[in-house]
């Protein structure tokens, strides 16, 4: 008797569970070292989602029915109107730190931002191998939800100066930008309708 799963799909839920188990995890790690109020209101906020996310999962699969799993996350809307600042200033030298104690709010947000990227990628990644249209769009939400909250940790490292955004010269930009132009769309192939047979002369 065949399973209700395929073996992609019960191995790839398994790693996205996994995955989501090793995050939460990691961030409980991070959050004594989180000294900012608005990385500590953060981290805190992504930690209670992180949860709802990963019980809704294991819920659906429980199931079986593949509930909706309900609004993805919403980046706060002081946080999703701030504008990116481009350009490099004067950025401190990074080196790994000696011991835990030399842990900082930088570290933190860039531990939050390359767990959250590698989850969205994973996820994503995942939900190709799903024959099941119900659990393919479940874990195609969880990578959305990764991906927002990568871009909203990216936005506070922006700010802060922690995540400064590398540039070209403007001409470079658009002379790289611009070598790219509309496309006409193909024509369609017309089909060849059958001509009527021509009457023979009287």
Known sequence: MA?????HETMELHEVLTDTVDGINQFELYRPYAKDPQLQAMIDRHIQFMVQEYNNMVNALNQQGM??????YRTPRTTA???????????????????????NDQDVASGMLGCHKASATMRMHAA???ANPQLRRMVQQCAVNSSE?????FQYMNQKGYYQV???????????????????????????????PQQPYQ
Do not use: R
């Not at 701030?82 to 030399?102: D, I, M």
């Open 166 to 196: 590398p540039t070209m010269k403007e001409m470079t930009t658009n002379t790289v930008l611009n070598t790219y132009q509309p496309a006409q769309m193909p024509m369609a192939q017309q089909s060849q309708q059958p001509q009527p």
């Open 128 to 130: 190709q191998e799903f």
């Open 149 to 153: 909250m990568a871009y909203e940790t």
């Open 81 to 103: 109107a701030a504008a990116p600042t481009y350009g490099l200033n004067n950025p401190a030298p990074q080196s790994p730190n000696k011991s835990a104690a030399e842990m």
């Open 67 to 72: 509930s909706p799993m309900g609004s993805g």
């Open 3 to 7: 399973a209700h799963l395929g073996a």
